[in-house]
């Protein structure tokens, strides 16, 4: 069965040093997710991708964090300058269509947990 | 801003007996989701509810969604202990289907 991977699953980093989360969506599907979970609080939206741009962007995105899909099968987020508050799980998530179905659910990845110390 | 809240937040019953979350916003959203987490892994969708008053069933899981699209519930039949874990209501926006998350319920079945 088709999954959306994440690499690595855990990630340590000195504060100020730039990070790069990697996920791989399921090969034919169009929109792409990134969710950040901080330990004991809700997953929380980051940002949208669809059509090589982004779609939509929380008040977290901020200009320390980009996202791009260099090859057609990556799709990653980029923290520039890392604070000690971007520890969390930081989730992918990939759609196949926005069609209106109960079944076209959008399918999250293992995760990356990310340390910044 | 569209916010979703869970109640109860912890909920510890024992094997057999029956519960019940519930899911509230003041929202409408297009749709509104179920999903279970483990520990140090993602969500894994459990339903989607689509229509006001929709009724969907999964085993021992019954999942509601409200007349007016803004509140959900999922009721669990004879717990078991392989129910245990995080429970998570979500809302489906209309902006490319971002997914809003509740905080969750954390249940816990014990045997």
């Known amino acids: 069965e088709p999954e959306v991977t994440q690499t690595p699953s855990h990630q340590v980093t000195q504060m100020g040093q730039e990070v790069i989360l990697r996920c791989v969506p399921i090969?034919?599907?169009?929109?792409f997710y990134w969710y950040r979970q901080i330990l004991g609080q809700k997953v929380e939206f980051l940002v949208s991708?669809?059509?090589?741009?982004?779609?939509?962007k929380s008040e977290i995105f901020d200009d320390q964090f980009s996202v791009e899909r260099p090859d057609g099968s990556n799709f990653t987020l980029k923290i520039r300058s890392t604070k000690l508050e971007d520890s969390a799980m930081y989730f992918c998530?990939?759609?196949?269509?926005?069609?209106?179905?109960?079944?076209?659910?959008?399918?999250f990845g293992p995760g990356t947990r990310l340390t910044v110390l | 801003t569209q916010l979703l809240e869970q109640s109860p937040q912890f909920l510890s019953i024992q094997e057999g007996e029956n519960l019940t979350v519930y899911c509230n916003s003041s929202?409408?959203?297009?749709?509104l989701q179920w999903y279970r987490q483990e520990p140090g892994e993602g969500p894994v969708l459990l339903v989607t509810?689509?229509?006001?008053?929709e009724v969907k069933k999964l085993k021992r899981l019954t999942f509601q969604f409200g007349d007016a699209r803004k509140d959900s519930s999922l009721h669990i039949t004879a717990a078991q202990t392989g129910d245990t874990g995080l429970y998570l209501c979500?809302?489906?926006?209309?902006?490319?289907?971002?997914?809003?998350f509740g905080p969750g319920t954390s249940l816990s079945v014990i045997p």
């Open positions: 998530a990939s759609r196949k269509s926005l069609a209106a179905s109960s079944y076209n659910e959008q399918f």
């Open positions: 090969s034919n599907h169009l929109y």
């Open positions: 991708f669809y059509n090589n741009e982004i779609s939509e």
């Open positions: 929202s409408v959203f297009s749709s």
């Open positions: 509810v689509v229509t006001g008053g």
């Open positions: 979500a809302g489906v926006t209309t902006s490319y289907d971002k997914v809003i």
